[in-house]
């Protein structure tokens, strides 16, 4: 069936300092792919988003390539900031009504 | 413009008492609304989801129940909750029924509902 793999944190960085995380998927047809946001005590957001192999889905200096040939969906941001400190969501979403989550990355920015 | 709202934010009952959770959603008509669990610590947890009045699914069986009794609104319920209820309760929106734009646009979420059981 459909998944979502992602990496464990929890992801401690400096501020500046290069982010990526990592979300490897399993789907049958053509999913489309996503990375969600769920700040402290808030819930979940819609950070970007790519609907098929090659898209590049960007948001607030966040980063991600549909990578069909290593289903691979990884979020970058070359800068990060104390605000960029929150839990990540790895999903897709493929035929029918539902998605899969990952089980979130956790990152921390320290000044 | 689409949006949706969930409460209680927070909530903190007793073992054994009842709950009821509302989401309601404005500015669409006939969305797919989803209940997700999100324990300390852990992913989410999919709970119920309907793709209509009435029609609810239910993911893992347990102490809870959902209901859609109009359109736009979602109702997660408990007749007697347990310690292992408690968690942040989140609803969620998506266009229904067409399959591309549901791969599109994706899911919206409302806020969250924070329960601890006592």
């Known amino acids: 069936g459909d998944s979502v793999t992602q990496m464990e944190g929890p992801v401690t960085l400096s501020e500046e300092a290069f982010l990526t995380i990592n979300c490897t998927y399993t789907a049958t047809g053509y999913p489309s792919l996503f990375w969600y946001v769920q700040y402290p005590g808030e819930g979940l957001q819609l950070l970007l988003k790519a609907t098929k192999a090659d898209d590049k889905g960007s948001n607030k200096g966040f980063e991600a390539t549909y990578r069909k040939e290593t289903t691979s969906f990884h979020l970058e941001k070359g800068s990060v900031q104390v605000s960029d400190s929150a839990v990540y969501f790895c999903a897709l979403s493929a035929a029918g009504n539902q998605f899969y989550f990952g089980t979130g990355t956790s990152l921390t920015v320290i000044p | 413009s689409q949006t949706i709202h969930q409460w209680p934010a927070t909530l903190v009952q007793p073992v054994g008492s009842p709950l009821s959770l509302e989401c309601t959603v404005e500015?669409?008509?006939?969305?797919?609304l989803y209940w997700y669990r999100q324990a300390a610590g852990r992913g989410l947890q999919l709970l119920f989801y309907s793709v209509g009045i009435g029609q609810i699914s239910s993911e893992v069986p347990q102490n809870l129940s959902a209901s859609r009794p109009q359109d736009r609104q979602f109702i997660l319920s408990s007749k007697k909750l347990l310690l292992s209820d408690s968690g942040f309760y989140l609803c969620?929106?998506?266009?229904?029924?067409?399959?591309?734009?549901?791969?599109?646009?994706?899911?919206?979420f409302g806020s969250g509902t924070r329960l601890t059981v006592v």
């Open positions: 969620a929106w998506s266009i229904a029924r067409d399959r591309v734009k549901f791969q599109n646009y994706g899911y919206t």
């Open positions: 500015g669409t008509s006939n969305p797919n």
